[in-house]
């Protein structure tokens, strides 16, 4: 497969939570991917899955951007001048979104992540009143790994 990838996940992106410590039911200490990360990532995984249906994952190294875009707050609308589309430099962390999308389509959409040789991203507010989504779009960058 050696086309351009590109899907759509509805809903506001999430970072990448930092793994929490707990027991297994075991008693043993194990380390787990927080639910609201855990939730997000089966988001990616599943809009990824309906994309590439029975195509296999890629091969070689690849290109992944991600274009993410968080529901402007009703606090921050306007009533005679809606608020546009803008950039956002605020948290989470662009790289953090970047690790749980990567993450998500491993073995899906590319066999690792080891293989994404670049990555772009873009945070965003909605303009006022349009639903958060993520857009990612991946793309062959050749056939070594």
């Not at 990448?16 to 039911?25: A, L, Q, S, T």
């Amino acid at each position: 497969m050696g086309e351009t990838i590109s899907f759509t996940v509805p809903g506001d992106p999430v970072a990448k939570g930092r793994p929490r410590v707990g027991r297994d039911e075991n008693g043993r200490p194990r380390a787990f991917t927080p639910e609201r990360t855990a939730r997000f990532e089966a988001r990616v995984r599943e809009a990824a899955a309906l994309t590439l249906r029975d195509s296999p994952p890629l091969v070689g190294l690849v290109e992944l951007r991600v274009c993410a875009v968080w529901t402007l707050a009703p606090s921050h609308w306007r009533k005679r001048e809606p608020v546009p589309a803008q950039l956002r430099g605020s948290a989470p962390d662009a790289d953090n979104v970047l690790k749980a999308v990567s993450d998500a389509l491993n073995g899906i959409a590319y066999l690792d992540d080891r293989q994404v040789a670049r990555a772009t991203v873009e945070k965003w507010d909605s303009a006022q009143g349009e639903a958060g989504y993520t857009a990612v779009t991946i793309a062959p960058l050749g056939e070594t790994s």
